[in-house]
C-alpha cells in the first residue's frame, strides 16, 4: 500500500507540472511540434529588442504608411511612428497599468492600456499587448490560438482573439530566427510590418 501511495503522489506531481504548461494552441501544418516547442522557448527567453522598419495600416477613416522605431526592455516599451501614418510623428511609451500616447502638434494623453489609448486617440484597434509576442513570432499565452507550422517549425500563420497574422519570411539574427514581414488582419482594419534591423536581447531578470 505504501508504494502505491507513493506511485499516486508521484503521478499527481507530474500531472499538476504538466499542468503549469498546458498551453492554449492548436497545432497545424507541416512543422515538426518538439522543433516548434524548442524554437518557441529560446525565442520567449527574448525580453529585449530594437526594431526598425516600415508600417502600414488599411482603415475606414485612416490608412497610410510610414517608419517604426520600437524599443522593449522587460516590461518597458517605447514605439515610435512617423510619417503619414502617425500624422507627422507619435511615440506610444509606458508598461503595463501606465501608457502615454505623444502625437505631434496635438497633445500627450495617459491610459491604462496601449489599446486603450489607440483607440481613443488615433482611431486604430491594435492589440498592442499581443504584439509583443506576435512580433517575435509567437502567440500571445493568455488566450486560444491556432497555430500553423511551416516546414522549418516556425509560425507561418496565427490566428488569434479575432486577428490572422501571417508570417512571410524570416531573418536570421544572433542565432535567432524571428519574422521580417508580416501581414495581420483584424476588423475593418489590415497592417503590413516590414522589420529591416532586428536587434534582439536576453536581459538580466
Known amino acids: 500500500m505504501r508504494l502505491r501511495h507513493l506511485l499516486i503522489i508521484g503521478l499527481l506531481a507530474v500531472l499538476s507540472g504538466c499542468a503549469g504548461l498546458t498551453s492554449h494552441e492548436s497545432l497545424e501544418g507541416q512543422g515538426d ?15 529585449g529588442w530594437q526594431i526598425s522598419g516600415k508600417v502600414g495600416i488599411r482603415a475606414p477613416k485612416d490608412s497610410g504608411s510610414g517608419t517604426l522605431f520600437w524599443l522593449q526592455r522587460q516590461d518597458y516599451y517605447d514605439i515610435r511612428l512617423s510619417g ?6 507619435a511615440r506610444l511609451t509606458g508598461h503595463a497599468g501606465d501608457v502615454t500616447l505623444e502625437v505631434a502638434n496635438q497633445g500627450r494623453y495617459q491610459a491604462s492600456t496601449p489599446e486603450e ?3 481613443q486617440q488615433m482611431g486604430w484597434k491594435l492589440p498592442i499587448s499581443h504584439l509583443t509576442w506576435w512580433v517575435r513570432g509567437l502567440p500571445a499565452p493568455d488566450s486560444k490560438s491556432t497555430v500553423v507550422l511551416d516546414t522549418e517549425s516556425h509560425l507561418q500563420r496565427l490566428n488569434q482573439d479575432g486577428w490572422d497574422v501571417e508570417y512571410l519570411s524570416y ?3 544572433n ?6 514581414r508580416m501581414k495581420l488582419h483584424g476588423r475593418n482594419i489590415d497592417v503590413t510590418l516590414v522589420i529591416k534591423d532586428w536587434q ?3 536581459l538580466g531578470q
Not at 511540434?33 to 525580453?47: M, S
Not at 503619414?84 to 510623428?89: I, N, S, T, V
Not at 542565432?175 to 521580417?180: A, I, Q, R, S, V
Request: aromatic share 8%.
Open 33 to 47: 511540434p518538439a522543433k516548434w516547442q524548442a524554437h518557441k522557448e529560446r525565442t520567449i527567453a527574448l525580453n
Open 84 to 89: 503619414p501614418l502617425g500624422r507627422g510623428a
Open 117 to 119: 489609448l489607440l483607440e
Open 171 to 173: 531573418a536570421e539574427q
Open 175 to 180: 542565432g535567432y530566427w524571428l519574422p521580417e
Open 200 to 202: 534582439p536581447r536576453q
